[in-house]
Nanobody, 121 residues
Framework: QVQLVESGGGLVQAGGSLRLSCVASGRIVSSDGVAWFRQGPGKERELLSI????????YYADSVKGRFTISRDNAKNTVYLQMDKLKPEDTAVYYC??????????????WGQGTQVTVSS
């Protein structure tokens, strides 16, 4: 089974940027993908972006399209989420998750521990 560790969260002013990292270890399946989710205070979990371990395809939720960029470094087994033009409503705990792509969309995956992102106005 894959294990995931997120890092890179913190406090940033509105309009600023952060880059989150998700390092995977263990059994990584090349046909699987990695997704970033977030859960803000009092809000439901939200799927933000998905990338496969192989191939160029990516997915972005409308709420982050044009501001967030997902990428991967296969040599480091790491997936990144570059977050630009951050808004106070982006404040949340951010999680990475990994599974086959259909399971990722359903939220049925292996999860990291999460990293807090706080955007001040």
């Amino acid at each position: 089974q894959v294990q995931l560790v997120e890092s890179g969260g913190g406090l940033v002013q509105a309009g600023g940027s952060l880059r989150l990292s998700c390092v995977a270890s263990g059994r990584i399946v090349s046909s699987d993908g990695v997704a970033w989710f977030r859960q803000g205070p009092g809000k439901e979990r939200e799927l933000l972006s998905i990338i496969s371990w192989s191939g160029p395809r990516t997915y972005y939720a409308d709420s982050v399209k044009g501001r967030f960029t997902i990428s991967r470094d296969n040599a480091k087994n790491t997936v990144y989420l570059q977050m630009d033009k951050l808004k106070p409503e982006d404040t949340a705990v951010y999680y990475c998750a990994s599974s086959d792509l259909d399971s990722l969309v359903a939220g049925n995956a292996t999860w990291g521990q999460g990293t807090q992102v706080t955007v001040s106005s």
